[in-house]
């Protein structure tokens, strides 16, 4: 069973930074597109960034400029790197995978953006 464990979440202060982590236990990482996906109170759950096996990026028009997600197929890791957070960046964030119809969440991790 493949496991996806997400990583880097905490609290930080408006205009901080976070880079947040998912480590895949899969031996076909780099064949996966990866998802970072965020859940506020209340609120639907929205895609944020998105990177496919050949590197293609997608972010949503919320974040450019201010949020970066890499690759690391090596470690089975994908990085969500988090700039110029806003009170409004505050949510759970979940990794997702998918490969050929195959999908896999992971846990979530919270990110608390203080004003």
């Known amino acids: 069973q493949v496991q996806l464990v997400e990583s880097g979440g905490g609290l930080v202060q408006a205009g901080g930074s976070l880079t947040l982590s998912c480590l895949d236990s899969?031996?076909?990482?780099?064949?996966?597109?990866v998802t970072w996906y965020r859940q506020a109170p209340g609120n639907q759950r929205e895609l944020v960034a998105r990177i496919t096996p050949t590197f293609r990026r997608n972010y949503a028009d919320s974040v450019k400029g201010r949020f970066n997600i890499s690759r690391d197929n090596p470690k089975n890791t994908v990085y969500l790197q988090m700039d110029s957070l806003k009170s409004e960046d505050t949510g759970v964030y979940f990794c997702h995978v998918l490969l050929y119809g195959n999908e896999q969440w992971g846990q979530g991790t919270q990110v608390t953006v203080s004003s």
């Open positions: 899969g031996t076909t990482f780099a064949f996966k597109t």
